[in-house]
């Protein structure tokens, strides 16, 4: 069993950055996909951003160039680095690991799930 406790959501302003933290309970080196997902306000969760355990890298396209999945497998952390926020992107944001292929986190499915961190985007 590994627990995923998210951190770093806030309210912050259209165009602005924040950083999310995925801190596990347990050594993250093992396991392939660490992934983020974000669920907006009367929408379904889908899938932001996914890294495996080689370092590969992939994002949902309204989040290319904008957002930045990284891994410190020393610290069991994930982060997602969000730059040029906007109000499309409030969402509950929720961590999540398996051993899966990296691409087919895309469509959900994960073994674990943190309970997520509310980020709020103003206009």
């Known amino acids: 069993q590994v627990q995923l406790v998210e951190s770093g959501g806030g309210l912050v302003q259209a165009g602005g950055s924040l950083r999310l933290s995925c801190a596990a309970s347990a050594s993250i080196f093992g396991i392939n996909v660490m992934a983020w997902y974000r669920q907006a306000p009367g929408k379904q969760r889908e899938f932001a951003a996914g890294i495996n355990r080689g370092g590969r890298v992939i994002y949902a396209d309204s989040e290319a160039g904008r957002f930045t999945i990284s891994r410190d497998n020393a610290k069991n952390t994930v982060y997602l680095q969000m730059n040029s926020l906007k109000p499309e992107d409030t969402a509950v944001y929720y961590c999540?690991?398996?051993?899966?292929?990296?691409?087919?986190?895309?469509?959900?499915?994960?073994?674990?799930w943190g309970k997520g961190t509310l980020v709020t985007v103003s206009s």
């Open positions: 999540a690991a398996d051993n899966r292929p990296l691409d087919t986190s895309r469509y959900g499915g994960m073994d674990y």
